[in-house]
């Protein structure tokens, strides 16, 4: 007799049941054992990033495997808004997804259409071969996958600040994600994360999403700033990455152990 199995909570359900913000790192590096590492933590969350980093649809697939059996909730980042990868990433059994670089609200409208089902939406019908409804075993997946899936949208230009509240009230949109580094950059102040203006284009982006009703996050890996967003009311934070835990901390080893090791400070991420 088939089993018949329960999905966990989207990243949707997990915010909105949490009493407190939700911490989390990312997952850059591609390997299933830092991934499980990370997982075992007991952080509330973490980004599997495929837009900047060397990890393909194998691979994201091996990652959310890896940190399965444990209580983080895992969002996978698109490397674009294209609603091919979009249909790939959820059939491989993402129920939690990051769009970059959506800018107007039309975009994040396609972002929504691309997760689901027709008439919802214009998502590619294969759930019964694929790990999404792990393999037809959740039951009536077709009819409830949009309400078992989540969408946050990432907002990470000056434009994208402007349309902030547009994006944020378009159906289907979960959460809008801040990401500060593209967003200095658009802003003419590239690598400058934590430039006045950046900072407060982001609080800016923080006080209009949540006045939308929606949850919003942002990528802060200096402490303070971090606080400060939390303080703001950001209701998702990434505080670090895999990558950046190990470079730091090897560097710190380096200096330590090693005479004359340049310990210049590092100013992004």
């Known amino acids: 007799m088939p089993l018949h199995l329960n999905p966990s909570p989207s990243f949707r359900d997990r915010l909105a049941a949490s009493e407190r913000p939700?911490?989390?790192?990312?997952?850059?590096?591609?390997?299933?054992?830092?991934?499980?590492?990370?997982?075992?933590?007991?952080?509330?969350?973490?980004?599997?990033?495929?837009?900047?980093?060397?990890?393909?649809?194998?691979?994201?697939?091996?990652?959310?495997?890896?940190?399965?059996?444990?209580?983080?909730?895992?969002?996978?980042?698109?490397?674009?808004?294209?609603?091919?990868?979009?249909?790939q990433v959820l059939d491989l059994g993402a129920q939690n997804l990051l769009v970059p670089m959506v800018n107007t609200a039309e975009e994040?409208?396609?972002?929504?259409?691309?997760?689901?089902?027709?008439?919802?939406?214009?998502?590619?019908?294969?759930?019964?071969?694929a790990r999404a409804a792990q393999f037809n075993r959740i039951e009536n997946y077709l009819q409830r996958a949009h309400e078992i899936t989540s969408l946050t949208v990432q907002i990470e230009t000056d434009a994208a600040v402007r349309n902030s509240r547009a994006i944020a009230e378009v159906d289907g949109v979960d959460g809008v994600f801040i990401g500060p580094s593209d967003l200095a950059a658009s802003m003419g102040l590239l690598g400058q994360q934590?430039?006045?203006?950046?900072?407060?284009?982001?609080?800016?982006?923080i006080t209009t999403v949540r006045g939308a009703g929606k949850p919003v996050g942002v990528n802060a890996f200096s402490p303070a700033t971090a606080r400060r967003y939390l303080d703001?009311?950001?209701?998702?934070?990434?505080?670090?990455?895999?990558?950046?835990?190990?470079?730091?901390?090897?560097?710190?080893?380096?200096?330590?152990?090693?005479?004359?090791?340049?310990?210049?400070?590092?100013?992004?991420?």
């Open 22 to 87: 939700l911490i989390g790192a990312w997952i850059c590096s591609g390997s299933p054992i830092v991934a499980e590492i990370v997982a075992g933590s007991g952080l509330d969350w973490t980004l599997i990033d495929g837009e900047h980093s060397p990890i393909g649809l194998e691979s994201i697939l091996s990652l959310l495997q890896a940190v399965a059996p444990y209580p983080i909730t895992p969002v996978v980042r698109l490397a674009a808004n294209d609603p091919v990868l979009i249909k």
């Open 108 to 129: 994040a409208s396609r972002a929504v259409a691309a997760t689901r089902y027709p008439p919802l939406g214009t998502r590619g019908v294969g759930s019964a071969l």
């Open 194 to 205: 934590e430039h006045p203006d950046v900072i407060a284009a982001v609080e800016q982006t």
């Open 232 to 269: 703001a009311g950001a209701s998702f934070v990434l505080v670090a990455a895999d990558v950046s835990i190990l470079a730091r901390a090897t560097e710190k080893l380096a200096a330590e152990w090693i005479p004359d090791q340049d310990a210049t400070a590092h100013t992004s991420y």
